[in-house]
């Protein structure tokens, strides 16, 4: 994609509009370098092959549709308006997701660009179950065994470990209920990495502010100081 052709692509975002030329530059070559990622890894896939359905969720930055995908039924997930900033944290997911390969998180698929509706959009691996918030407004205390419980939380201990572990580290930065998914089976899966990122972070203050979610959020985090691998820690113990 020449920067032309990239610039003509964002075209719909009002905010890549004011942008600096250099500023439109840098993004056109993020994506640029996304799309040969996934054509070198075979995950950049065609729109011809997917049927994007019904609106399946809607957060604050985004939206989940549910998608038909070389036979199988799978979600996408786009941004919810055209803001460049939601496209870059996209971006970002993207690009670490697709590093990621654990039991007990969300398998990534791919990405995809929608000519006809200029989206971009990721895949995922649909998840049959309930996420752990409302996993546990169904269940009462004393309606789940204790080994159920026990087998939720050596999951997320091992899931954290292993990322905490990754090399470079991958800080997930949102753990609440509502982005850990239960299957029938009381399988963890965790997703939505949209505020995760590898440690040391290479942008300046990315790693202060409130970020996450208050009531799962380390004293830090919401005092605005520096943190990093233990305000995961913070928030996992929370939920246990």
């Given at each position: 994609?020449?920067?032309?052709?990239?610039?003509?692509?964002?075209?719909?975002?009002?905010?890549?509009?004011?942008?600096?030329?250099?500023?439109?530059?840098?993004?056109?070559?993020?994506?640029?370098?996304?799309?040969?990622?996934?054509?070198?890894?075979?995950?950049?896939?065609?729109?011809?092959?997917?049927?994007?359905?019904?609106?399946?969720?809607?957060?604050?930055?985004?939206?989940?549709?549910?998608?038909?995908?070389?036979?199988?039924?799978?979600?996408?997930?786009?941004?919810?308006?055209?803001?460049?900033?939601?496209?870059?944290?996209?971006?970002?997911?993207?690009?670490?997701?697709?590093?990621?390969?654990?039991?007990?998180?969300?398998?990534?698929?791919?990405?995809?660009?929608?000519?006809?509706?200029?989206?971009?959009?990721?895949?995922?691996?649909?998840?049959?179950?309930?996420?752990?918030?409302?996993?546990?407004?169904?269940?009462?205390?004393?309606?789940?065994?204790?080994?159920?419980?026990?087998?939720?939380?050596g999951q997320l201990i091992n899931?954290?470990?292993?990322?905490?572990?990754?090399?470079?580290?991958?800080?997930?930065?949102?753990?609440?209920?509502?982005?850990?998914?239960?299957?029938?089976?009381?399988?963890?899966?965790?997703?939505?990495?949209?505020?995760?990122?590898?440690?040391?972070?290479?942008?300046?203050?990315?790693?202060?502010?409130?970020?996450?979610?208050?009531?799962?959020?380390?004293?830090?985090?919401?005092?605005?100081?520096?943190?990093?691998?233990?305000?995961?820690?913070?928030?996992?113990?929370?939920?246990?």
């Open positions: 994609m020449s920067d032309d052709e990239g610039f003509t692509t964002l075209a719909n975002y009002p905010s890549f509009q004011k942008l600096e030329y250099d500023d439109k530059k840098q993004i056109v070559e993020q994506i640029n370098e996304l799309f040969k990622k996934g054509l070198e890894q075979r995950w950049l896939i065609e729109e011809s092959e997917m049927k994007v359905l019904d609106k399946l969720s809607e957060g604050s930055n985004s939206v989940i549709h549910d998608c038909k995908w070389r036979g199988l039924d799978i979600v996408v997930k786009m941004t919810k308006s055209k803001k460049i900033a939601l496209l870059k944290d996209l971006l970002k997911e993207i690009e670490l997701w697709s590093c990621l390969r654990h039991p007990n998180l969300v398998q990534f698929l791919g990405f995809s660009y929608s000519q006809q509706t200029k989206e971009f959009m990721m895949l995922m691996e649909k998840i049959n179950g309930v996420n752990l918030r409302q996993l546990i407004e169904r269940k009462t205390s004393s309606s789940m065994s204790n080994y159920q419980k026990y087998h939720i939380c899931v954290f470990k292993f990322l905490h572990d990754c090399k470079p580290a991958v800080i997930y930065r949102d753990l609440k209920p509502e982005n850990i998914m239960i299957d029938k089976f009381f399988n963890v899966k965790l997703t939505d990495f949209g505020l995760s990122r590898f440690m040391p972070e290479t942008e300046p203050f990315k790693m202060t502010g409130t970020t996450g979610t208050m009531r799962y959020m380390a004293p830090e985090v919401f005092h605005g100081q520096h943190y990093a691998l233990k305000a995961d820690i913070y928030s996992l113990g929370l939920i246990i």
